[in-house]
């Protein structure tokens, strides 16, 4: 016989025969569930689907006669048996998040832990012949028992399940897949003392995979996992600025964001260090690539996308965003001999990024250090720094190649004396208006940095 899922009423006098009654029926529908067989079952569980959605855990027990509970044991029991095949394995999640996500039946998701109901999402989440679509409804209901409180929470972690679904997240191909997973990370590092240090490091580790999405969504995951963490861990330093040689514009502009997130903790001097480094790739890293896509692809057509070329302009843009959101971060850069970095990215002719960003980044230092203009004026000569003052952002498309040859094999080291000075020179607030109405001899400055 099939279960009748609408529960009819009854009057007080029949209460009692009602009762037995719809006992014994639960006793034969749980009967008919142990002695069928696949087909029987999954029709049984598209009704319960349909029927059942949506409900509260009062409203399950109605049902069942106060024996949902027996009905779930039986759907994980075979889940468990049948999983690494697939068999029904679509109509059996569901079912179970019609148990767990239930208002008020905690006590569903309790009896699911109990029988190693985490492990076996988990584990699922692992195999690669199981379609997606069932991983995302194993995605679906670690989100419904992480949300369930810390206690939950903490046995996803104890289970290994932030390198699972970690690893999950960078192998997916189903971008909306991928969105769910980044759900249940920040909220695994959410109200989770114990264990937001594990997600936190699961996050960075992500940083260094190959699919663009799971970058991005790590990126703004960690972002929020940053503040909770409080101290930065020092892996996350090569592992930001790794990700800036990522061919997608989405990517770049998270790890920028992060990196001016990570200003604000004891990582700054490292990363500043960092990206004024990746403003000159090492020639043997050049040449290496380089022979590699002229063995692949044979030709020099694609060197614009070499990544340590594509790293180099990310950098240089990141340089100038931080540089003009804070006085202090760009004259931290320019001790760190920044000028001579740009000049030699201004002057790479296999990338024109590379040079653009460079020249948009190197005008905004000339422009607010009289000292950094005297020293890149005399290194580039007359002519090309006219041309740099007249259009820096199209510099690279009027410039010849003996000047690209200047400027990448520039020698500009400002001395940190000139520098300290240009660093007292800075005025410390904006103009007042009668400061603005004086005649230009009685009152001059450098352009402020602007915030």
């Known amino acids: ?41 999954s029709h049984i569980l598209e009704n319960f689907i349909l029927a059942n959605k949506g409900k509260t855990g009062p409203e399950l027990e109605m049902e069942f006669s106060q024996g949902a509970s027996l009905f779930l044991a039986r759907i994980t029991a075979w889940l468990r048996l049948t999983y690494m095949y697939g068999t029904c394995l679509d109509q059996q999640l569901k079912s179970i998040g019609i148990f767990l996500s239930a208002a008020n039946g905690q006590r569903y998701i309790i009896e699911f832990l109990e029988i190693g109901g985490v492990l076996t999402l988990l584990e699922i989440l692992g195999l690669k012949q199981l379609k997606e679509e069932a991983k995302k409804e194993s995605i679906k209901l670690l989100q419904i028992i992480a949300s369930s409180g810390r206690k939950f929470k903490e046995i996803i972690c104890e289970s290994y399940g932030v390198r699972s679904i970690a690893e999950f997240l960078a192998t997916s191909k189903s971008e909306e897949t991928q969105e769910q997973v980044q759900i249940l990370l920040d909220t695994l590092g959410h109200g989770n003392p114990k264990y937001q240090m594990q997600v936190y490091k699961g996050l960075i580790a992500l940083l260094k995979c190959t699919s663009p999405k799971a970058q991005q969504l790590s990126l703004q995951t960690l972002r929020t996992i940053q503040t909770i963490v409080g101290k930065a861990h020092p892996s996350i330093v090569g592992s ?92 931290e850069l320019l001790f760190l001999n920044v000028v001579h970095g740009l000049m030699c990215a201004m002057g790479n002719k296999d990338h024109t990024n590379s040079q653009r960003q460079a020249s948009i980044t190197l005008e905004f230092f000339v422009q607010n250090f009289i000292v950094v203009e005297n020293y890149v004026k005399e290194a580039m000569g007359e002519k090309l720094f006219q041309l740099f003052m007249q259009d820096a952002t199209n510099l690279y498309l009027n410039m010849d190649a003996v000047q690209a040859d200047i400027l990448a094999s520039n020698i500009v080291n400002i001395p940190a004396d000139f520098l300290a000075r240009a660093k ?7 103009s007042s208006p009668e400061e603005e109405m004086q005649p230009e001899d009685n009152y001059t400055s450098p352009k402020p940095a602007t915030s």
Do not use: C, N
């Open 240 to 331: 930001v600025l790794g990700v800036l040689h990522s061919l997608h514009l989405e990517v770049q502009y998270e790890a920028i964001q992060l990196i001016k997130d990570l200003m604000a903790y004891d990582v700054q001097p490292a990363i500043l260090q960092g990206l004024v480094a990746l403003l000159k790739p090492s020639r043997q890293e050049t040449a290496r690539m380089q022979a590699k896509i002229l063995e692949e692809a044979g030709t020099l057509h694609l060197m614009e996308s070499l990544p340590v070329y594509i790293q180099q302009a990310a950098a240089a843009k990141a340089i100038g965003i931080l540089a003009q959101d804070s006085r202090e971060l760009a004259e």
């Open 424 to 430: 007292m020179d800075w005025p410390e607030r904006e």
């Open 1 to 41: 016989m099939s279960w009748q899922w609408i529960h009819s009423s009854s009057t007080p006098d029949m209460t009692s025969i009602k009762e037995q009654a719809a006992v014994s029926r639960l006793i034969s529908f749980l009967q008919e569930w142990d002695g069928t067989g696949k087909v029987t079952r």
